[in-house]
């Protein structure tokens, strides 16, 4: 297995070697999931969009298995005071967008963002890319395990607020999800855990997983909330 701080310069490998068997389910959904399964919105054919990637890192915390979050500065531009994945956009350094250049991108994007030290993460699959049509981004969800966990916090308070973890139980328990609405009429599956509403392209990947995992259990989609007409 290649460590991710071993492949500066060299390629970043995926490696399925040593996960926890609890990963198992995610594993399978990564490698047999369709674009289309995932989200309506995809890459446009004539190649437009920005190229980025986010990475999806699982941990263990005290409760079980979690997943690294963070939220995005209230000043932001774009997606201000949101709730996502570690990510950004690829660049040139990087290398390929057809290669490992969006497994080097999310990597050092979330150790630019939550200090996280990449040496103690597994990537471990990719996702299809997906298409973020308000902001133009063509994303690739890296998956990683957080093998040798390190200490994160808020690296810059300018683009991030804060850095958190959620425990995929808090995830998947029914009384913790609901049906975002946003003022434009656009609905899609939301979050409301660690004090945070999580909604829009990080709850959509999420819910998918959670499905495509058979973790998801039963919930009210009914049950709805309101966006802010900024967001």
């Known amino acids: 297995m290649t460590r991710a701080s071993e492949t500066q310069g060299g390629p970043v490998v995926l490696s399925k070697r040593g996960l926890p068997t609890w990963l198992d389910p995610v594993v399978h959904a990564v490698e047999t ?4 399964q995932l989200s309506r919105f995809l890459p446009p054919e004539n190649g437009a969009g920005r190229q980025s990637a986010v990475l999806i890192l ?3 915390g005290e409760r079980g298995p979690e997943l690294l979050l963070m939220e995005r500065a209230s000043s932001l531009r774009s997606h201000a005071g949101q709730p996502s994945f570690p990510g950004g956009a690829l660049d040139p350094e990087d290398g390929d967008p057809k290669a490992d250049g969006p497994l080097r991108a999310a990597l050092r994007e979330a150790e630019e963002e939550t200090g996280l030290d990449p040496g103690g993460v597994q990537l471990f699959g990719v996702l299809p890319k997906l298409y973020i049509p308000v902001s133009g981004f063509v994303v690739t969800p890296v998956m990683g395990w957080w093998r040798e966990p390190s200490p994160v916090g808020v690296v ?4 991030t607020a804060r850095v958190f973890t959620v425990p995929v139980a808090d995830l998947t328990d029914p009384g913790n999800r609901a049906t975002a609405v946003h003022p434009r009429g656009h609905r899609g599956p939301a979050f409301l855990v660690e004090s945070a509403l999580v909604w829009g392209f990080t709850a959509g990947v999420i819910d998918r997983l959670l499905h495509y995992a058979g973790w998801e259990r039963p919930w009210d989609r009914e049950k709805t909330v309101p966006l802010d007409w900024r967001s």
Not at 33 to 36: I, S, T
Not at 156 to 159: A, I, L, S
């Open 156 to 159: 810059d308070p300018n683009e």
């Open 58 to 60: 699982f941990g263990e």
């Open 33 to 36: 999931v369709e674009p289309l």
